[in-house]
């Protein structure tokens, strides 16, 4: 529980220290980009610290990749 509230914590200083300027310059976008990846990590954050298996983005890049590193092998032996 004190993780959470670490994350939520940090997340929230984070927020703060930054908003306020991109507030100031009228960037929309940026704020929103800012505030999507800040939830998205804080999300993540949390859910590992509650031992969730998360996916490895790793295994995603070898399922897709896999095949033509052997189609390659292929070709050029």
């Known amino acids: 529980m004190k993780t959470i509230a670490a994350i939520v914590i940090l997340s929230a200083l984070a927020a703060a220290y930054e908003l306020p300027s991109l507030r100031k310059d009228g960037r929309r976008k940026e704020i929103w980009a800012f505030s999507l990846l800040l ?3 804080a999300g993540l954050a949390t859910a590992q610290s509650l031992n969730v298996r998360l996916p ?3 295994e995603w890049v070898v399922a897709i990749f896999g095949p033509a590193s ?3 092998d292929a ?3």
């Open 56 to 58: 490895n983005p790793m």
């Open 39 to 41: 939830l998205f990590g």
């Open 70 to 72: 052997g189609w390659l």
């Open 75 to 77: 070709v050029l032996s």
